[in-house]
C-alpha cells in the first residue's frame, strides 16, 4: 500500500511555492515554480506518487484547481479567513505558508470552502461581467444629468433617459452648448450599448442547458425575477451544501455578526463576512416583493410596525432565502401553502 504524499500550494500571480510532505510530516521537497500551465506540468512529473493537495481561495485558485485536479488524488481549497495559523504566525512568508498549509492538509484540519464546478464557475464569471455592465450603465446616466445640470440645462427626470424625449431635449433645447452635444451623445450611446450587452447576457444564461430548468422553477417564486433567480442559482451552486436554512441566511449576509464572552453578547450590523453578490440581489428583491406577493407584503408591515422599514426589508429578504432554499431542495414548483386554523368544536 502506497503512502500519500501533502502539497501545499501558497499562489500569488506570478509564483507558487510549494511544500512537499510525507504522512509522518517529513519535508520531501519545497520551492517555488513560475505560476503557469507550463511550468505547473513539468513540476507534477517530477511529484511523488499518490499525492494530495491544498491551497488557499485566491483570484487566481480557479484555474490551477482546473488545472491540477485531474492528476491528483484529491484537491481541497481552504477558507482565507479560517487559516489563523497563517496570519498569527511571528514570522511569515510564502515558504512557510505553503508548510503550514500542508500540515493542516496532513493533520485533517484545513478549513475547506467550496468550490464550484468549472462550468458553473464560468457561467458565474458571466453574470458577474453582467453586472458590471450595469454600473456602468448606471454611472454613465449619472453623468448625463452631470453635463446638463453644469449646463444650467432644465431637464425632467422621469424622462430624461428615454430615447425619445433625450432625442429632442438635444436638437430643440437653445440652453445646451454646441460643444456639449457630442459628449452627450457619446453618453447616450454608451448606455445603449451597454444595455444591449447587458440584455443578450442575460438571455443567453436564462438559455442555457446547465441552469433553464433550475431558473424556471426559481422563478415560480413571488417576487423572484431572471436576476434574482441567476445569482441565487450561479453564486450558491450546490444548495444541499447549506445544512440548515440559517447557514443560508448568513452565507447571503442577511444576519448580523455576533461577539459574545461570558455574560455579553453584542451584536454588530450586517456581517461583511458574505457573499456581496447575493445579499446586494437579495435587498434589492426584498424591496420590491411586497408589490408582487401579498404574503410578502403582510410580513413586511408587520416588521415596520415592530422596528423600521430596514429591519422589514432584512426580514422579507430571509424570507426569500426560505423560498428558495425550498424550491431548490424540492426541485418543484413553488407553491404557497396557507395556514388553516381549527376552531374547537
Not at 7 to 36: F, M, N, P, Q
Not at 37 to 45: E, I, N, Q, Y
Not at 130 to 154: C, F, P, W
Not at 171 to 177: F, G, L, V
Request: charged residues 25%; hydrophobic residues 40%.
Amino acid at each position: 500500500m502506497q503512502s500519500m504524499y501533502y502539497i501545499g500550494l501558497d499562489v500569488h500571480k506570478r509564483k507558487i511555492s510549494y511544500c512537499v510532505k510525507d504522512s509522518s510530516g517529513k519535508i520531501h521537497s519545497e520551492g517555488s515554480i513560475l505560476a503557469t500551465r507550463l511550468d505547473l506540468d513539468g513540476w507534477m512529473k517530477t511529484l511523488p506518487q499518490p499525492w494530495t493537495a491544498a491551497m488557499e481561495a485566491t483570484v487566481f485558485t480557479g484555474w490551477i484547481y482546473d488545472h491540477l485536479r485531474p492528476h491528483a488524488a484529491a484537491l481541497k481549497v481552504a477558507h482565507p479567513l479560517m487559516l489563523r495559523a497563517i496570519a498569527a504566525a511571528k514570522k511569515k512568508n510564502d515558504r512557510i505558508d505553503a508548510s503550514k498549509i500542508c500540515d493542516c492538509l496532513r493533520c485533517d484540519s484545513l478549513p475547506e470552502c467550496y468550490m464550484a464546478p468549472t462550468a458553473l464557475r464560468e457561467r458565474r464569471r458571466t453574470l458577474r461581467y453582467r453586472n458590471l455592465l450595469v454600473r456602468q450603465m448606471v454611472q454613465t446616466k449619472n453623468k448625463i444629468a452631470v453635463l446638463l445640470m453644469e449646463a444650467g440645462v432644465s431637464y425632467n427626470k422621469q424622462k430624461l433617459h428615454k430615447a425619445g424625449y433625450f432625442s429632442d431635449l438635444i436638437h430643440t433645447n437653445p440652453d445646451i452648448p454646441d460643444g456639449l452635444r457630442p459628449l452627450l451623445h457619446l453618453c447616450r450611446n454608451t448606455v445603449v450599448r451597454l444595455g444591449k450587452t447587458e440584455g443578450a447576457l442575460v438571455r443567453s444564461l436564462q438559455r442555457d442547458q446547465l441552469l433553464r430548468e433550475r431558473i424556471e422553477r426559481l422563478m415560480t417564486i413571488p417576487a423572484v425575477g431572471p436576476i434574482t433567480a441567476l445569482t441565487w442559482a450561479l453564486e450558491v451552486g450546490d444548495v444541499a451544501r447549506f445544512s440548515s436554512i440559517k447557514k443560508a441566511i448568513s452565507y447571503c449576509g442577511l444576519c448580523a455578526a455576533e461577539k459574545s464572552s461570558a455574560e455579553t453578547v453584542k451584536r454588530s450590523p450586517l456581517s461583511k463576512q458574505r457573499n456581496r453578490h447575493l445579499q446586494t440581489t437579495l435587498i434589492e428583491a426584498a424591496k420590491m416583493a411586497p408589490r408582487n406577493s401579498p404574503a410578502l407584503a403582510m410580513l413586511y408591515e408587520s416588521e415596520k410596525q415592530k422596528h423600521n422599514a430596514n429591519r422589514a426589508t432584512l426580514a422579507v429578504a430571509r424570507k426569500l432565502v426560505t423560498y428558495l432554499m425550498a424550491v431548490d431542495r424540492r426541485q418543484t414548483d413553488f407553491l404557497l401553502m396557507e395556514k388553516q386554523t381549527r376552531t374547537a368544536a
